[in-house]
T-cell receptor, first 112, second 114 residues
């Protein structure tokens, strides 16, 4: 079945860049997403990229997609303590209806 | 409503009892999803509704789990004869049409089976 994998933890110093990596198995994924979950809060969409793109930049966020290797990354420039959260990678595809498969989430710790 | 609303926010139940979890999606959103988030785990897909029909029920863990959606709006996830391994946060999300460019999540229902 479809699978999305990502590392569980990442620790960075404030001001450094964070890079969160993700691999997925479903080559029919048409959308790739990054969601953020802050402590005690629900998931919120950070950004998404269509599968026919290889890069998307949105302020401090850069998403890179290597479709051949089924690898997605999220880079956060100038990481702040407020960026501490769990980041979920997800892939969406049409399989008799649109379904989104999420990874386990990467917990980002930002040290002051 | 302004966002996806789930109720109750917390539910403690005894093993063997049935529970119903409710989701009110954003008005006008035709797609509705149920996910389960166990402690330290990622999101586990349970079921997806397009309107009132569920084209994909593949994620339901057992026949104790069922879900329905009426009027293209409110959805109820029912767990019969709850077990301790059912303890998790149950998240509901909705999106406009079936183009899931953004799924809006509710705050979840934390279910604890004792």
């Amino acid at each position: 079945g479809e699978d999305v994998e990502q590392s569980l933890f990442l620790s960075v110093r404030e001001g450094d860049s964070s890079v969160i990596n993700c691999t997925y198995t479903d080559s029919s994924s048409t959308y790739l997403y990054w969601y953020k979950q802050e402590p005690g809060a629900g998931l919120q969409l950070l950004t998404y990229i269509f599968s026919n793109m290889d890069m998307k930049q949105d302020q401090r966020l850069t998403v890179l997609l290597n479709k051949k290797d089924k690898h997605l990354s999220l880079r956060i420039a100038d990481t702040q303590t407020g960026d501490s959260a769990i980041y979920f990678c997800a892939g969406g595809s049409y399989t008799g209806g649109f379904k989104t498969i999420f990874g386990a989430g990467t917990r980002l710790f930002v040290k002051a | 409503g302004a966002g996806v609303s789930q109720s109750p926010s917390n539910k403690v139940t005894e093993k063997g009892k049935d529970v119903e979890l409710r989701c009110d999606p954003i008005s006008g959103h035709t797609a509705l999803y149920w996910y389960r988030q166990s402690l330290g785990q990622g999101l586990e897909f349970l079921i997806y509704f397009q309107g009132n029909s569920a084209p994909d029920k593949s994620g339901l863990p057992s026949d104790r789990f069922s879900a329905e959606r009426t009027g293209g709006s409110v959805s109820t996830l029912t767990i019969q004869r709850t077990q301790q391994e059912d303890s998790a946060v149950y998240l509901c999300a909705s999106s406009l049409l079936s183009r899931n460019t953004e799924a809006f999540f509710g705050q979840g229902t934390r279910l604890t089976v004792v």
